[in-house]
């Protein structure tokens, strides 16, 4: 019998409905919390889609806010914030995030940029009722909202920015196009994969939000999220009928977010979100340019997991394996080899380093200490 280690964890989870036609109880979800009037936010693809329509059908939704692709800290000036008494977000990462933003602003005001960091909102946001309707970024059922602030990609991260609910329901990502499967679907390999092999939680000081380091909990969600998205994400992305696929896409990314939500990233994200800060491109794009990257940094520290996992997936028994497999994973559903295709060079490489130190959030979990020696990876990629 394995021994349980004595150091005290923490564990949080949001709560989550999962299931084909499961957003059809949003009409009995806004009366069993008296919402009567909430704000929804989406975006103009969502509308275009039929997306909109289906989800608020049965509702007396009628305010209704559209997000923009990479919402910005500066984007919140103008908010209908008259005669609503909650929000529910329509929509992929970036919806997801500007609704956590908003129902925050709608509680406490002020500016978003006065929230960066960890644990700066000083009570309950208004209630968000958060509808995911791609597989990636898992936001709604993390405590953390990505905005860019000052050109670099930040997180407001709390605990109560939490959704109060969030349906999650495999039907409303049949449609997506192939492009958003692969980027979306790469975001939550990530987040499976560094949710698993995250600093251990014993090694990580005390926090605001539950980014603790790996734990039992959280390393047993992320493997199983792994296995799902690992198995799913090449058949969503080349037959995106293939329902089992989309529902193990869909299920594995809620579960990567619930367990990294708990066990924190790592310099894979934090090197994107330099990437997408100073590029402006999708954050699954700068995902795969930054991964090859970021496991070589890591190498040293997780030879062995690495090595563990090549065993699993069936490619190998080496670290070296690994890394191979999920570069060809990302090169095979198209998605960016390098720094370089994003349109970065050498004279970039002191940017992306400095803007990927700032990521204080992803990096006191990630399993290397990261400092300035990263910039020899960063600048190798760069050629």
């Known amino acids: 019998m394995d021994s349980i280690d004595p150091t005290p964890l923490s564990f949080t989870a949001t709560r989550f409905r999962f299931g084909e036609g499961i957003v059809d109880e949003l009409p009995v979800v806004l009366d069993q ?3 009567s009037s909430p704000l929804v936010v989406t975006d103009a693809g969502i ?3 039929g997306l909109l329509d289906r989800v608020i059908a049965e509702t007396d939704a009628e305010h209704i806010y559209e997000s923009t692709t990479e919402p910005t800290t500066d984007d919140f000036d103008d908010l209908p914030t008259e005669n609503v008494d909650s929000v529910v977000a329509i929509g992929g990462g970036s ?3 500007t609704a956590k933003v908003i129902a925050l602003l709608l509680a406490h005001g002020g500016h978003p940029g006065e929230y960066i960091g960890s644990g700066k909102i000083p009570g309950e ?3 968000l009722v958060a509808i995911p309707t791609t597989s990636g970024t898992g936001s709604e059922v993390s405590q953390t909202a990505v905005v860019t602030h000052e050109g670099v990609k930040r997180g407001i991260s709390d605990e109560r920015l939490r959704p109060m609910l969030a349906l999650v329901d495999p039907e409303l990502t049949y ?3 192939q492009s958003v499967t692969a980027r979306s679907g790469f975001d939550a390999l990530m987040h499976s994969l560094e949710g698993l092999t995250a600093r251990d939680y014993r090694w990580v000081e005390d926090r605001p939000i539950t980014y603790q380091g790996a ?4 390393r047993s969600l992320a493997r199983r999220a792994l296995g799902l998205v690992y198995g799913s994400l090449e058949r969503a992305v080349f037959d995106g009928d293939d329902h089992g ?3 193990g896409m869909s299920l594995g990314s809620c579960l990567a977010a619930v367990a990294h939500s708990n066990s924190g990233l790592g310099a894979i994200h934090a090197l994107a979100s330099a990437v997408g800060g100073i590029t402006g491109r999708p954050h699954g794009e700068c995902l795969a340019a930054s991964v090859e990257p970021a496991l070589e940094y890591n190498l040293p520290i997780r030879r062995d997991a690495y090595a563990e996992l090549a065993d699993e997936f069936g490619v190998g028994d080496t670290a070296e394996a690994f890394i191979a497999e999920i570069t060809r994973v990302r090169d095979d559903i198209g998605l960016p080899p390098s720094f370089s295709e994003l349109g970065l060079d050498q004279s970039d490489a002191d940017r992306i380093v400095e803007a990927t130190l700032v990521q204080e959030r992803r990096l006191k979990t990630n399993p290397r200490v990261v400092s300035e020696d990263i910039e020899t990876v960063v600048s190798a990629h760069l050629e």
């Open 33 to 35: 919390f008296t919402i």
């Open 47 to 49: 509308r275009e889609a």
């Open 95 to 97: 919806v997801l995030d």
């Open 125 to 127: 946001i208004s209630p």
């Open 175 to 177: 449609d997506l196009p």
């Open 215 to 218: 734990n039992p909990i959280s």
């Open 245 to 247: 696929a989309r529902r």
